[in-house]
């Protein structure tokens, strides 16, 4: 067996295999999550958002700057928003159920050519509608506000100045039986975690039970920014203890409810490299739930267990919201199981030794595309001994192409003595043809891990290397790089032997073009760990190939 058939093949496989992948995230037919048959009591009381949600919000527009109502927008707006800027966010309240229907991240920009465009995660109307809402419910027939109902603020911007570590903004709704509620939201400089608290307070004569809901509400997502054949999920996830991390993608919303009780877990709507989590206070058991409304909007969320609260008392229901990146240092310190947003899917195990290293030597050389040559470098290193035994079998079946050539002139179509002549070969000259077969079956796993890495870091997002490669999350925007990396192959390939068989030489020749084809696609800094990687790979083989071609002549001299 070759060894340059089974490496080109088998990293033709990987790559199909992370194709394949992106491909089931986006188009593949998973199974429902299971539903539990077991109904709370007041599961009822959760409310279906059946009104035409988009009128919730006020309209705002795609970037920093506002945009008049327009046509296909919103209708028959009640109020303006409620604006609120941080050294990190600038959102947008809607006094309808106190909802943030608007959110831009100021650290981050829509395309690099574009600094002045700051990138919004939350967005009141489609396309990519996104939005974060909250309510109360009434176990009887008390007046609770819901996401629908209309709240009021002392103003109408709020700003965190400069020298202050937090702003809390309040917003307060009032029934005509006394029960008064106030929703806050506390900011706080540096973080992108807001505190959150709905405050109970009951004016009337009579006890009132409530439990308190919270949830994402969203469309699709189209990204025109997003490289072609790279996708990654968006959708609904939740942790818990017992299940740990669990996708519920928009089709599987579709499909059938989630019902969950879960304690010390949260619930998240996520996308690529950016996320909204709501995190319920620790030891209270809440219940997880999704739906799928009309005009293709999808829920995710909680809520609380029911409290009693007697006349003249209050009640305060606590949560944290998360809206911002997917900065795996930053979410683990928030919540448990959070930091598995940055889903490195089923090698994660690989994938996160493999993320602080690279963080670690960027905090060194302070460039992405350097720290991934430094990262290449290292791995090849770390499999040298591996590489090595491959490369040093491929020499030896290089040695015995013209000695194999013959072999096959010989026998002609008799496979069967062609097949044993070729083991008597491989017998006498002490050949293992599989010997490089391990190591490389080895090395494939780290590969794959490492392209999640690249892929899943928001800080590879928009990040420049060099001369033309001003971001290495975009595909590169000459071909400038895959065309090196497709030579990279075919130089490579000429340091192997070459297929007896004429049509399996002309499709390992084919390779290089296909390789080319498909990384001209894929983000940049992805293309450039595999040209560093094939240029490291060369440079070792033609070392290995020298040294055993310089044996080979001394034992014939």
């Not at 062609?418 to 010997?435: C, F, H, R, S, V």
């Amino acid at each position: 067996m070759d060894n340059q058939r089974l490496f080109l093949f088998l990293a033709l496989a990987a790559v199909l295999f992370l194709i394949y992948e992106s491909w089931m995230q986006d188009y593949g037919r998973a199974a429902a999550p299971a539903i539990t048959q077991a109904q709370s009591p007041s599961s009822a009381a959760i409310p279906s958002p059946t009104s035409n949600t988009l009128k919730d919000i006020p309209a705002v527009a795609t970037t920093l700057a506002e945009v008049p109502v327009g046509p296909g927008m919103v209708d028959a707006l009640d109020s303006s928003p409620i604006r609120v800027e941080t050294d990190l966010l600038k959102i947008q309240i809607s006094p309808r159920g106190g909802a943030i229907g608007a959110a831009w991240l100021l650290d981050y920009v829509i395309v690099p050519e574009r600094p002045d465009e700051k990138f919004q995660l939350l967005k009141p109307v489609p396309p990519n509608m996104f939005i974060v809402q909250s309510g109360l419910l009434s176990e009887d027939s008390s007046p609770l506000p819901t996401h629908e109902a209309q709240f009021t603020s002392e103003a109408s911007s709020y700003r965190l100045e400069p020298g202050v570590d937090r702003l809390e903004v309040t917003l307060t709704w009032s029934s005509e039986t006394g029960i008064q509620v106030k929703k806050i939201y506390v900011f706080t400089r540096g973080s992108y975690l807001i505190e959150t608290r709905q405050i109970i307070t009951n004016g009337s004569e009579a006890p009132l039970i409530a439990r308190e809901y919270n949830q994402f509400q969203r469309t699709e997502l189209n990204d025109s920014n997003e490289p072609r054949f790279v996708k990654t999920f968006t959708g609904g996830v939740y942790y818990s203890p017992e299940e740990k991390y669990k996708k519920v993608s928009l089709e599987e919303m579709a499909k059938g409810k989630l019902d969950r009780a879960v304690t010390d877990g949260w619930i998240a709507m996520m996308q690529h490299y950016f996320l909204a989590a709501w995190i319920p206070p620790r030891g209270v058991q809440e219940s997880f739930y999704s739906n799928a409304l009309n005009n293709s909007r999808y829920i995710i969320g909680k809520y609380s267990p029911a409290v009693s609260i007697a006349p003249g008392a209050e009640h305060t229901f606590e949560n944290q919201l998360f809206v911002g990146p997917k900065l795996q240092d930053t979410l683990e310190k928030i919540a448990p199981g959070l930091e598995l947003a940055v889903d490195y899917g089923w090698l994660t195990v690989i994938a996160k030794p493999i993320s602080w290293l690279l963080s670690w030597i960027h905090a060194v050389v302070g460039n992405w595309g350097w720290s991934i040559i430094v990262l290449t470098i290292l791995i090849k290193l770390a499999f040298y001994k591996l590489s090595e035994t491959s490369y040093k079998s491929m020499a030896n079946m290089r040695q015995l192409t013209p000695r194999l050539q013959a072999l096959k002139d010989r026998y002609g179509d008799d496979k069967q003595r062609l097949n044993q002549a070729m083991m008597e070969l491989y017998k006498t000259e002490k050949i293992n043809p599989l010997g490089g077969c391990l190591p490389i079956l080895i090395q494939i796993p780290v590969f794959i891990a490492l392209y999640w890495v690249l892929l899943e870091s928001v800080e590879m997002r928009q990040a420049p290397f060099v001369l033309w490669l001003n971001n290495l999350s975009a595909p590169d925007p000459y071909f400038i790089l895959p065309l090196i990396m497709g030579v990279s192959m075919f130089v490579q390939q000429k340091l192997n032997p070459a297929p007896p068989d004429p049509i399996q030489a002309k499709v390992m020749m084919s390779l290089p073009f296909v390789f080319t084809v498909f990384f001209a696609f894929f983000p940049s800094g992805l293309v450039l760990y595999w040209t560093v990687n094939n240029l490291l790979s060369i440079a070792q083989q033609w070392h290995i190939t020298r040294e055993i071609e310089k044996s080979a002549i001394k034992r014939r001299r």
